[in-house]
Nanobody, 126 residues
Framework: QVQLVESGGGLVQPGGSLRLSCAASGFTLDYYAIGWFRQAPGKEREGVSCIKSSDGRTYIADSVKGRFTIHRDNAKNTVYLQMNSLKPEDTAVYYC???????????????????WGQGTQVTVSS
């Protein structure tokens, strides 16, 4: 059974950091592009980042550029989203998703992804 599980969310003060993990089971992440999305209450799902399967090229949305990075550890079948200098507007449920094509074809469009995790809550507040 294909499954993605996010972890690492929580409550953090503005300016703090969190590292989210996206662990896969039932399939090998190596061949998939992995994207991160977030959704705040009352807002649409927003694409944050994507990492390709082949060359590890990454895509980072302008809203988080310079603060968030994505990387993959194929040996652990896990992709990470490192979030630094967090702001209150980063508060959202964060989801990871897998794209079979492997290319981050439309990195920030949710309908281009084939499998989704359940999400992890990130709250940035003092």
């Amino acid at each position: 059974q294909v499954q993605l599980v996010e972890s690492g969310g929580g409550l953090v003060q503005p300016g703090g950091s969190l590292r989210l993990s996206c662990a896969a089971s039932g399939f090998t992440l190596d061949y998939y592009a992995i994207g991160w999305f977030r959704q705040a209450p009352g807002k649409e799902r927003e694409g944050v980042s994507c990492i390709k399967s082949s060359d590890g090229r990454t895509y980072i949305a302008d809203s988080v550029k310079g603060r968030f990075t994505i990387h993959r550890d194929n040996a652990k079948n896990t992709v990470y989203l490192q979030m630094n200098s967090l702001k209150p507007e980063d508060t959202a449920v964060y989801y990871c998703a897998a794209e079979r094509r492997g290319t981050c074809h439309h990195p920030y469009l949710w309908w281009g992804y084939d499998y989704w995790g359940q999400g992890t809550q990130v709250t940035v507040s003092s």
